[in-house]
């Protein structure tokens, strides 16, 4: 592996020593995919301390699940807490860890049936699930993940479960673990499109405690690169970055995370490493362990797909295209099908590669997709095919009608009227109609609403780099240096955001 020599526009990085240390992740990655027992997955997971009332022979179990916790390795969670169950029948924390793993904080995501039933397992009521525990901390936990699965709407529930584990940190300000929960459950009350960044720094303020004390900690360096996941506090993450794929080689999530950080500060070889580690390693867990596919191996393709388009490694994203076309043909689940619309949405948007695209590929189940409507569109209107393109136009106003009318995706479907300015723009353009610009502008408009992404762009075409590739065609230089300084302020060191500020010179 080389050394990674990214010069982000705006931020100076001296990434010393990366090269080295993804050389030797690559050897730990191996080892622990090689040895999953339950002292190697643990070993491979972090190192955190978490006294409690199990019983000795239940503690390396218990201690697994916490950790594949702390990666979000929720299968691998699930099953170690289980584990100690089986060992000490009577280990509440053993059952608490369990209900605690259907919880996806980050993607607010729960299978609340699940949870409950695990909690009744080892008690009927939350009241008697708080007697039988021991208390102080053993019983506030217990509580907080009663609350989290209580009654009343999803969001509801994360701010009153978030609100229970600052009043556990505010009891136990010196406990490591109450203080790591208490991070990720503030970053777990974010939803898409909130303003503001007080509940990521305060979780990222806390979790850089944490980490301060016990750099192998791998809940304190997962949360603070999610907390820090934007452009401008990107640096402070950077640290975590560095070594959090090394703290957990056996979490595939863990191998991923890094990247996020990488994305914001334009450390393009860095995002492909990262996601080649976390390919393979995801694609084993998945095929040993019986998960569904199209979701971890998948998230790591597709930002390995953007990192090599970012390098101009055009060979390798036309691999990691066909490799999930591969899938698709052998697994054609929503999910599976999703991730490879992504694929060839970007693959085509990235390039331009109007010629290219191969409608064929799209069905019915692909209308509402609008980031691939938006490339078949595109790829219509250049090659001359306007009723297509009408059609595709047609497909994404639909989708974002229906994005928008559940609060749930109306964030999504902000991006999706960004897309459809996008298409509209373009098929004015090619119609000679002078309405064009006013798209072009409507769109960068609506994107300056959304907050920047925190990974490859969304929409994937950013509104301002076309734009400013707009501009270019007229002549207009030094208006579009200024929609491409604004694209590179979203998304830092952008390949063709770069080149194209470098043309206005």
């Known amino acids: 592996m080389t050394t990674i020599s990214a010069r982000p526009i705006r931020i100076f990085l001296t990434v010393v020593g990366l090269g080295a240390g993804l050389s030797a992740l690559g050897l730990a990655v191996s080892a622990a995919i090689a040895d999953d027992t339950a002292d190697s997955l643990s070993a491979n ?38 584990k100690a169950q089986s060992i000490d029948p009577d280990f509440g924390l053993a059952y608490w860890g369990e209900a605690l793993s259907y919880n996806a904080p980050l993607w607010a995501e729960q299978n609340r049936d699940a949870a409950r039933t695990t909690l009744a397992r080892y008690g009927p009521t939350p009241q008697a699930r708080a007697q039988r525990m021991p208390p102080g901390r053993e019983r506030g936990l217990m509580e907080a993940v009663d609350v989290l699965y209580g009654a009343g709407d999803k969001l509801s529930r994360d701010v009153a479960y978030s609100g229970a584990m600052q009043r556990l940190h505010e009891a136990f ?9 208490y991070a990720v459950s503030l970053l777990g009350t974010v939803r898409p499109g909130d303003r503001g960044f007080a509940r990521q720094v305060r979780a990222g303020a806390i979790a850089l405690d944490v980490f301060a004390r016990n750099p192998r900690h791998p809940g304190a360096a997962h949360f603070i690169i999610h907390a820090f996941d934007d452009p401008v506090h990107a640096i402070l993450a950077l640290p975590a970055a560095r070594v959090y794929a090394e703290i957990a080689p056996a979490a595939p999530h863990a191998l991923h995370m890094p990247s996020h950080i990488f994305v914001q500060l334009g450390m393009w070889e860095g995002v492909v490493a990262s996601n080649d580690a976390s390919y393979k390693a995801a694609l084993d867990h998945v095929e040993r362990r019986g998960i569904a596919r199209g979701r971890s191996e998948f998230h790591a393709l597709q930002w390995y797909h953007y990192g090599q388009l970012q390098i101009g490694n055009d060979g390798m994203a036309q691999w990691a295209l066909e490799e999930a076309l591969r899938t698709l043909a052998q697994f054609p689940t929503p999910q599976v099908r999703n991730g490879t619309m992504n694929l060839l949405a970007r693959h085509t948007l990235e390039r331009d590669a109007w010629s290219e695209f191969d409608h064929a590929l799209l069905t019915d189940s692909d209308r509402d997709h609008s980031a691939v409507q938006l490339a078949a569109g595109l790829s219509s209107a250049h090659m001359g095919n306007m009723e297509a393109a009408e059609r595709a136009l047609a497909n994404i106003a639909n989708a974002r009608q229906r994005l928008m009318s559940d609060t749930a995706t109306a964030y999504r479907g902000k991006i999706a009227l960004v897309e459809e300015k996008q298409l509209e723009a373009t098929m004015a353009l090619i119609r000679g109609n002078a309405a064009a610009e006013a798209f072009f502008l ?33 002549g207009r230089l030094k208006e579009a240096a200024v929609q491409f300084d604004k694209a590179l302020e979203r998304t830092p060191n952008r390949t063709r955001s770069v080149r194209g500020l470098a043309r206005t010179r």
């Open 45 to 82: 997971l972090g190192s955190i301390d978490f006294p409690n009332s199990g019983a000795p022979e239940a503690q390396t179990a218990f201690l697994t699940g916490m950790k594949a916790f702390h990666s979000f390795e929720f299968e691998d969670a699930r099953g170690a807490f289980r």
């Open 173 to 181: 300000p010196d406990d490591d673990e109450i203080a790591t929960l």
């Open 442 to 474: 409507e769109a960068t408009a609506l994107q300056a609403e959304l907050n920047a992404p925190s990974g490859p762009p969304l929409p994937m075409k950013p509104a301002f780099e076309m734009y400013g590739e707009f501009l270019l065609t007229q």
